[in-house]
T-cell receptor, first 114, second 117 residues
Framework: AQSVTQLGSHVSVSEGALVLLRCNYSSSVPPYLFWYVQYPNQGLQLLLKYTSAATLVKGINGFEAEFKKSETSFHLTKPSAHMSDAAEYFCAVSDAGGYNKLIFGAGTRLAVHP | DAGVIQSPRHEVTEMGQEVTLRCKPISGHNSLFWYRQTMMRGLELLIYFNNNVPIDDSGMPEDRFSAKMPNASFSTLKIQPSEPRDSAVYFC???????????????FGPGTRLLVL
């Protein structure tokens, strides 16, 4: 069975600092991996996705993630945090052998302080 | 495009009442998903439709929950009778996949916040 683990339910950074949100997955088949962002009282919005092309994936708002098969990881990074990045971030995995059923991690709430 | 539309945005009801949540997917999208989000359980897939046909309803918690998709532009999620533990945010999402390709992006609606007293 597939699963996703997000390390750290809350992450706090200073404005301008590096953002690193961790995601590890478990999958018996080649996975597709997604990062979604949820702003307060809104639905989820796709940041980026890995679909077995380039292992370094660039997304919206300056975010990127690197797929590392040996580490079963797909960590999300942004070089310089902005106040508007404060939100909840979800990592999700989809089974490449099935339909696009997403298994979500528990989420990481990112706080950005001045 | 208007995106995925959900109604109502907020619903407060009393235990035992019937609740109907509505979703209009993005035009041209063939796959539709209903999710539930709670603090305790996170985001859970309830049911998945492809071309208006329910494909996977293994996440539907119990017989009190039912979902329909009578046409490509409308879906409902009904809870009857409702219970306090059903309080959650319910999201509808759609994707353009005609065959449920796993790489497809899902586009989420703003959600319906349900409170059952």
């Amino acid at each position: 069975a597939q699963s996703v683990t997000q390390l750290g339910s809350h992450v706090s950074v200073s404005e301008g600092a590096l953002v690193l949100l961790r995601c590890n997955y478990s999958s018996s088949v080649p996975p597709y991996l997604f990062w979604y962002v949820q702003y307060p009282n809104q639905g989820l919005q796709l940041l980026l996705k890995y679909t077995s092309a380039a292992t370094l994936v660039k997304g919206i708002n300056g975010f990127e993630a690197e797929f590392k098969k040996s580490e079963t990881s797909f960590h999300l990074t942004k070089p310089s945090a902005h106040m508007s990045d404060a939100a909840e971030y979800f990592c999700a995995v989809s089974d490449a052998g099935g339909y696009n059923k997403l298994i979500f991690g528990a989420g990481t709430r990112l706080a950005v302080h001045p | 495009d208007a995106g995925v539309i959900q109604s109502p945005r907020h619903e407060v009801t009393e235990m035992g009442q019937e609740v109907t949540l509505r979703c209009k997917p993005i035009s041209g999208h063939n796959s539709l998903f209903w999710y539930r989000q709670t603090m305790m359980r996170g985001l859970e897939l309830l049911i998945y439709f492809n071309n208006n046909v329910p494909i996977d309803d293994s996440g539907m918690p119990e017989d009190r929950f039912s979902a329909k998709m009578p046409n490509a532009s409308f879906s409902t999620l009904k809870i009857q009778p409702s219970e306090p533990r059903d309080s959650a945010v319910y999201f509808c999402a759609s994707s353009p996949s005609t065959s449920g390709r796993p790489r497809e992006t899902q586009y989420f609606g703003p959600g319906t916040r349900l409170l059952v007293l």
